[in-house]
C-alpha cells in the first residue's frame, strides 16, 4: 500500500470483521448489563424476558462452529438474569450452564462434532430435570446420581 493512499483502501478489508465482532460485543454487553440488572434489582424467573434474551442470542450468534461459545455464554448471561434468581435450584442451573460452556468450546475448538455436542447437551438437560424430580421428591441419592452423570460430562 502506497503512503498516500487513501483510507479507505489500506483498511478495506478490515471494516466488516470490525464490525462483526462490534455487534457481538454490544450483545455480550448488553447481556451482562441484564444480568447486573436483574440480580441488583431482585428481577426474577420472568419467562418473557428469558425468551427474548435467548431469542437476541441466536440472532447474534447463528449456529456455526465458531459461533457455539459466544452463543452459550450469551445465553448464560440470559438464564443468570432471569432464570438463577427465582429458581428452586440454581446449583442445577449453573451446572448445565457449565456444561452448555464446556460443549460448545469442544464444537468450537474442532475436539466434537456439532451434532454430537447438541445430542449431549440434550442429554444434560434431561439428566437434570430428572435430578430437580428426584430432589422434589426427596430422593437424593437418586438425584446425585444424575447430577454426578453431568459432572463427569464436564470430564
Not at 13 to 35: E, F, S, Y
Not at 55 to 81: F, S
Request: overall charge positive; glycine content about 8%; aromatic content about 2%.
Amino acid at each position: 500500500m502506497m503512503p498516500g493512499a487513501p483510507a479507505s483502501r489500506r483498511h478495506a478489508g478490515r471494516r466488516p470483521a470490525v464490525r462483526k465482532i462490534a455487534a457481538k460485543l454490544m450483545v455480550l454487553t448488553a447481556a451482562a448489563l441484564l444480568a447486573a440488572c436483574a440480580s441488583q434489582y431482585g428481577t426474577g424467573s420472568t419467562g418473557g424476558d428469558l425468551q427474548s434474551a435467548r431469542a437476541a442470542c441466536n440472532e447474534a450468534y447463528p449456529k456455526r462452529v465458531g459461533n457455539y461459545l459466544p452463543h452459550a455464554r450469551c445465553v448464560n448471561a440470559a438464564v443468570e438474569a432471569y432464570a438463577v434468581p427465582g429458581a428452586k435450584n440454581p446449583d442445577l442451573m449453573r451446572l448445565q450452564a457449565q456444561v452448555r460452556e464446556t460443549l460448545s468450546e469442544r464444537i468450537d475448538r474442532h475436539r466434537l462434532g456439532a451434532q454430537a455436542g447438541e445430542r449431549r447437551m440434550a442429554e444434560a438437560d434431561r439428566l437434570i430435570g430428572e435430578a430437580e424430580q428426584e430432589r422434589t421428591a426427596g430422593n437424593e441419592t437418586a438425584a446425585a446420581r444424575h447430577i454426578g452423570a453431568v459432572e463427569r460430562m464436564l470430564r
